[in-house]
């Protein structure tokens, strides 16, 4: 089950206006096991970021529902925490790699550590070790979730073949696999300072001078880049569907480029986004209306029938899952493990 529960993780910054007395006022405290406070000062980061998305100032009911959720986050934890629930810095780190996959999977090769900290700045607003730790409560939440209601969790059904065929019918319009390439890619890296890029773009020019337009000279490049400081890394870089996700990542011009080019052609030298580029394509494939057979992303075995069986499956294990959050919010809410300060939230 890798569907998050609670995603709002509470920040303590300094906030222009507010008296650092005024900020380190309690919202709320929380007594599971002992007492923890909820500043205003981290509701107020809360409330902002909320405040800044939508383009307007929220009411103090809207307040009081954040301050809700950062409440029940805590309460959760302290009960985990209770029953010596533990996540391992091992299951963190499968958790964030398993994340880095569906981000390839997006690209069509492996991120970066440049790429996969700016896509969880984009999507998360928080660098990389804010994530993990806001990864680890989530773990730790909903491994307790399972300890406590794994019975209800567990009770999905899953999807039979009349109910996908039906999911099929009302999505088959919408299914649609984008214009895709499997690309090889030589990339000679910037470096971090003006001169190592000019050392950069020296190797790159040496290595389009050697290649020209020639398949078998650019694999002769590719199968060097394994010497010891070659300068340059090169090799199968996977499938790369023409989308939004793909271009944020690699740049309009590399996905211009890449995307004019056909089965065994030879790139120009492109400056990307983290170095000097050569890319050589090695399959073209147009876009596709999927059937239910039709492998739903290529480098994978899954097919559109069992894509739609799994999703519609999470679907039904997700609802199951906010079912039993529900309960279990339910008992550990009580008026005895936690206060609610509405009067120090009024600004």
Known sequence: ???????????????????????????????????EAITVGQ????????????????TQAERLQILDVMITERLVLQAA???RVIVSDNEVSQ???ALRNNLAEQIGRQPTDAEYAQAVMNDFGLDVNAFRDQIRK????????????????????VPTEAEILAEYNLLRSELMRPETIRFSMIQVPYGADAAARTRARTLADSLIREIGNDPARFDAVVSRSVAPNSGYQAGDAGYLPRNQEARNVLGQQFMDIAFNLRQGQ???????????????????????????NDIFQLGTRVTV??????????????????????????ELKTSRTHTVFESNIRW
């Open 43 to 58: 509701l107020r980061t809360e409330v902002l970021k909320y405040e800044q998305s939508m383009g307007r100032t929220l």
């Open 95 to 97: 958790q964030i790699q």
């Open 138 to 157: 989530q773990m730790i939440v909903q491994k307790y979730l399972l300890q406590r209601k794994g019975d209800l969790i567990n009770s999905a059904r």
């Open 81 to 83: 925490e209770r029953d």
């Open 305 to 330: 029938r069992e894509y739609l069986g799994q999703l519609m499956l999470e679907q039904r294990q997700q609802n199951v899952m906010n079912q039993a959050s529900q309960e279990l919010i339910t």
């Open 1 to 35: 089950m890798k569907r998050v529960i609670l995603i709002l993780i509470g920040l303590l910054t300094a906030v222009s206006g507010f008296s650092q007395s005024s900020l380190l006022q309690p919202a709320a405290t929380v007594n599971l096991i002992r007492t």
């Open 266 to 292: 030879v790139s120009q030298l492109i400056e990307g986004v983290q170095g000097f580029q050569i890319v050589k394509v090695t399959e073209n494939h147009a876009a596709k209306a999927l059937e239910l």
